[in-house]
T-cell receptor, first 114, second 114 residues
Framework: AQSVSQHNHHVILSEAASLELGCNYS??????LFWYVQYPGQHLQLLLK??????LVKGIKGFEAEFIKSKFSFNLRKPSVQWSDTAEYFC????????????FGTGTQLKVEL | NAGVTQTPKFQVLKTGQSMTLQCAQD?????MSWYRQDPGMGLRLIHY???????DQGEVPNGYNVSRSTTEDFPLRLLSAAPSQTSVYFC?????????????FGEGSWLTVV
């Protein structure tokens, strides 16, 4: 079975700082990768996804992620965060051909201070 | 277009009581699933369905039942609630089981078992 590790559990940044959240997965086969965001009191929203092609994926709100197959990683980046980016971020993986069953990481709580 | 609708949004149960969390989607999605979200553990798959009449277990199915009599509805039943089932529950849906399809989440149901 696949698993997902998010090593940063809590991150505090000042506005305009750059963001990188780590995500590593363990599975030997082909995977699809996702980043979801959950704003306080709200449901999960898809930030971006990768399932083939260009390993650098651009998502909504200025976020991007890079799939590095050799490192089993899919780190999320944003060059300049805003206070409104305060939320919890989840990395998730599904196996290609395994349906849409997602395995989630434990999440990273991001707080952006003014 | 309502998307994925969950009811109730909040519920308090006594240990041993039973209840059903309702989930409905109006996007004609074949694939539906239930996750629970617990602090520090991310989201974990409870049960899923790839179409009407077909259900299967996810990572944490014990204590929960599901059925899929129509494409639109996927209710989650707690047979005899336990405090360990205190959690936030999310229903999700997507088109087919082809990997990479966007998965849409409901707004969540907050359940407390006392």
């Amino acid at each position: 079975a696949q698993s997902v590790s998010q090593h940063n559990h809590h991150v505090i940044l000042s506005e305009a700082a750059s963001l990188e959240l780590g995500c590593n997965y363990s599975y030997g086969g082909t995977v699809n990768l996702f980043w979801y965001v959950q704003y306080p009191g709200q449901h999960l929203q898809l930030l971006l996804k990768y399932f083939s092609g260009d390993p650098l994926v651009k998502g909504i709100k200025g976020f991007e992620a890079e799939f590095i197959k050799s490192k089993f990683s899919f780190n999320l980046r944003k060059p300049s965060v805003q206070w409104s980016d305060t939320a919890e971020y989840f990395c998730a993986v599904s196996r290609t051909g395994g349906g849409n069953k997602l395995t989630f990481g434990t999440g990273t709580q991001l707080k952006v201070e003014l | 277009n309502a998307g994925v609708t969950q009811t109730p949004k909040f519920q308090v149960l006594k240990t041993g009581q039973s209840m059903t969390l309702q989930c409905a989607q109006d996007m004609n999605h074949e694939y539906m699933s239930w996750y629970r979200q617990d602090p520090g553990m991310g989201l974990r798959l409870i049960h899923y369905s790839v179409g009407a009449g077909i259900t299967d277990q996810g990572e944490v199915p014990n204590g929960y039942n599901v059925s899929r009599s129509t494409t639109e509805d996927f209710p989650l039943r707690l047979l005899s609630a336990a405090p360990s089932q205190t959690s936030v529950y999310f229903c999700a849906s997507s088109h087919t089981v082809s990997s990479g399809n966007t998965i849409y989440f409901g707004e969540g149901s907050w359940l407390t078992v006392v």
